[in-house]
C-alpha cells in the first residue's frame, strides 16, 4: 500500500532534491532590509525553485517575475528616499 503525500508538511514540489524549499527560503531572506522585501524575495524565490516540479512551469516563471518586478519597485522607492 502506498503512502499518501503530506501535502502540507512535506510537499513533493517544495522537497525535492538536498534542501527543502523553505530551509533555503529562510536562509535566504534572513538579512533582508524588510518585512515587505523579505516577503517578495520569498515569493520569488518559491516560485523559481519549484516551477520544474509542477504542472505550468511558464505560469511559475510569470509568477516569479510579477514579484521580482514588485521587489525591484520597493528597492527603487527606497534607493530614491535615501
Do not use: C
Not at 7 to 26: M, Q
Not at 32 to 54: C, D, E, F, H, I
Request: no cysteine; aromatic share 8%.
Amino acid at each position: 500500500m502506498a503512502i499518501a503525500e503530506d501535502r502540507v508538511n512535506h510537499p513533493s514540489h517544495y522537497t525535492r532534491g538536498r534542501f527543502e524549499v523553505i530551509d533555503v527560503i529562510e536562509d535566504a531572506i534572513a538579512d533582508a532590509p524588510s518585512n515587505t522585501t523579505a516577503v517578495l524575495q520569498a515569493q520569488v524565490l518559491k516560485y523559481v525553485l519549484r516551477m520544474w516540479n509542477k504542472d505550468n512551469s511558464h505560469e511559475d516563471a510569470r509568477k516569479a517575475r510579477w514579484y521580482l518586478d514588485r521587489l525591484i519597485s520597493k528597492l527603487d522607492v527606497n534607493q530614491q528616499s535615501v
